[in-house]
């Protein structure tokens, strides 16, 4: 089973870019990488997949390691509204996810 | 937009009690997943269904249930609820054969269950 390594918390200033990390050293090789977000007193929002280059959309960008162990969600200009806890995960594998707090 | 709706956003229940836990979705998809969420432990997987009346066990199925009559809707029961199923409940759906978002999942609100 894949198994995804992210640090528990990061902090980003408004209106930086914050890169999140995610190590995914088991995943096979068909499996896309899924980021996911959950706000507050919601469930978890999709915000971007991939599978083996980088990807882009209006919400952030999926960075992909060439050998797909590590990927990195980026965005690009941390709002208050985007501090939530960021999930990495292949397949329907949840970890504990990265609490992102957004400081003003 | 895809749509995942729980029956309940706040369920109170007693000890013993058989509690039924009803999602729908409205965007065909094949699969559909029942999750529940503690602090500090992430979303954890309790069951999870590939098509109607099949169901796979996931990491956490022990004390729970599941039905899959009809592919919009997959239930997730507590035969007999005890305090430690207390949790937040979330119930989602996603496709295997869409090429745009393969795989995504989509999230209901989520059912906040407190067993007394």
């Known amino acids: 089973d894949a198994k995804t390594t992210q640090p528990n918390s990061m902090e980003s200033n408004e209106e930086e870019p914050v890169h999140l990390p995610c190590n995914h050293s088991t995943i096979s090789g068909t499996d896309y990488i899924h980021w996911y977000r959950q706000l507050p007193s919601q469930g978890p929002e999709y915000v971007i997949h991939?599978?083996?280059s980088n990807v882009n959309n209006r919400m952030a960008s999926l960075a992909i390691a060439e050998d797909r162990k590590s990927s990195t969600l980026i965005l690009h200009r941390a709002t208050l509204r985007d501090a939530a806890v960021y999930y990495c995960i292949p397949l329907a594998i949840f970890g504990t996810g990265t609490r992102l707090k957004v400081l003003a | 937009d895809v749509k995942v709706t729980q029956s309940s956003r706040y369920l109170v229940k007693r000890t013993g009690e058989k509690v039924f836990l009803e999602c729908v979705q409205d965007m065909d998809h094949e699969n559909m997943f029942w999750y529940r969420q503690d602090p500090g432990l992430g979303l954890r997987l309790i069951y999870f269904?590939?098509?109607?009346?099949?169901?796979e066990k996931g990491d956490i199925p022990e004390g729970y249930s599941v039905s899959r009559e009809k592919k919009e809707r997959f239930s997730l029961i507590l035969e007999s609820a005890s305090t430690n199923q207390t949790s937040m409940y979330l119930c989602a759906s996603s496709s295997p054969y869409r090429l745009a978002d393969t795989d995504t999942q989509y999230f209901g609100p989520g059912t906040r269950l407190t067993v007394l």
């Open positions: 269904s590939y098509d109607v009346k099949m169901k």
């Open positions: 991939g599978l083996t």
